[in-house]
Each structure stands twice: as C-alpha cells, then as structure tokens.
C-alpha cells in the first residue's frame, strides 16, 4: 500500500452529520496536511499537524495524529452540503520537503 | 492567505503542438514550485519539483525533455508540454511553497489540458 492511504474512499452523510476520515503512512513524518479538492479545481490548504502534536483544531475541523500507530483522522463537524469534496492527507517527511498524497476520500454531504 | 495563479485554465490544442502552462505566486516568494499531473479520479501524481534559478528535480518516469520546467523568479514557473499527444491530456496543478510557512503548499486552480 502506498504512503498516505485514506479510508473510507468515499463517504456520504447527512447534512448536520460529523464525517470522520482516516489516513495512515508508512515512513516517519515532519508533518501531515490536509487539503481539500472540488471537482475540476485546485487543492485547498486545510491543516497542518507537526509530527510532535496529537490534536489541532480550526473552526469545524479537528485532525488527531498518531505517530505510534502512523495514522491521522479528520473530522468535520455539523457537516453541510458545501463540505461536499474530495480530501487528502499528504505527509512530509522533513520540513519544507515534497508532500506524498494519499488517493484521497470523496465526502458527499446531502441536504 | 496566500494566492496562487494558474494560466491557461483551459488549453485545447492539437497533437505535436506545445503548450506553457503558467503558475504564479501572487503575494509571497515562492522558493520552491511543484508541478503535478492528476487522473480523474485519482490522486495527484509529483511531476516535478522546482527551485528559483535551478535546474528541476523530475520525478522517477517523468520525462524532462517531454515537460520543461522553468522557474525564472521567485514568483514565477511554467511547464511546456514539447510536442504534445492524447496521453498528454490531463489535470495538471501547480504548488508553491516559501515563507512565512515553509511547509504548506499553495496550489493554483489548475488546468486542464486537451490534446486532439
């Protein structure tokens, strides 16, 4: 399997919902980022996690890091149909390193 | 937060034409730019990576000569697409990468490019 691999692969929810995904690597991290991608459109800079934080928050998001289990999870809370996207994880391995992708998760959000 | 440019975000063209595509940094000094390739549906493939006023690092695969690279500025690179084919055809999404936050990349909207 390939350094920064998400689960589930596509996610659909209720608006209102929390959706949860995960993401695990293989190799030792300096940090691991997620973006978020609309169809036909570039990449969005979520959050950045440094290999020696657990949790971070930004407004709806919550990303937790394991660097034991080599796993991150991204939450999203009170879901809504604008949250539709796919997201990927991406791991660096040292600071200002190139960024692996994971192949990322399709969330779709109804409403 | 910091704003990264894409240009063309369409190009159609036919077979054996070249194509620059154009990625700019609009508010921050980009000391290193990414060039990715991206399959419907899948995730984003590293092409190659750029440091302003070096030569790029392609990637395992990713032919130089087939896809030049030029980062002539701190702001500025572009990708030409030599002699381009069918198979050529693809999302391709630049990223740029500098100061203040050294670790996270910006990425342009992309472009799509047809090849007839």
């Known amino acids: 399997s390939q350094q920064g691999e998400e689960d589930p692969q596509a996610l659909s929810i209720q608006e209102g919902e929390n959706a949860t995904m995960n993401c695990s690597y293989k190799?030792?991290?300096?940090?691991l980022q997620w973006y978020r991608q609309n169809s036909g459109r570039g990449l969005v800079h979520l959050i950045l996690?440094?290999?020696?934080?657990r949790e971070k928050h930004s407004g709806r998001l919550r990303v937790t890091l394991d660097t034991s289990k080599k796993s991150s999870s991204l939450l999203i809370t009170a879901s809504r149909a604008a949250d539709t996207a796919s997201y990927f994880c991406?791991?660096?391995?040292?600071?200002?390193?190139?960024?692996?992708f994971g192949e990322g998760t399709q969330l779709t959000v109804n409403p | 937060g910091a704003v990264v440019s894409q240009h063309p975000s369409r190009v159609i063209c036919k077979s054996g034409t070249s194509v620059k595509i154009e990625c700019r940094s609009l508010?921050?000094?980009?000391?290193?730019m990414f060039w990715y390739r991206q399959f419907p549906k899948k995730s984003l493939m590293l092409m190659a990576t750029?440091?302003?006023?070096?030569?790029?690092?392609?990637e395992q695969g990713v032919e130089k000569d087939k896809f030049l690279i030029n980062h002539a500025s701190l702001t500025l690179s572009t990708l030409t697409v030599t002699s381009a084919h069918p198979e050529d055809s693809s999302f391709y999404i630049c990223?740029?990468?500098?100061?203040?936050?050294?670790?996270?990349?910006?990425f342009g909207p992309g472009t799509r490019l047809t090849v007839l």
């Open positions: 990223s740029a990468q500098g100061l203040p936050v050294p670790d996270t990349q910006y």
């Open positions: 190799t030792s991290i300096n940090n």
């Open positions: 996690i440094r290999s020696n934080e």
């Open positions: 991406a791991t660096g391995e040292t600071s200002g390193s190139r960024l692996t």
């Open positions: 508010d921050f000094q980009a000391t290193t």
């Open positions: 750029s440091n302003e006023g070096s030569k790029a690092t392609y």
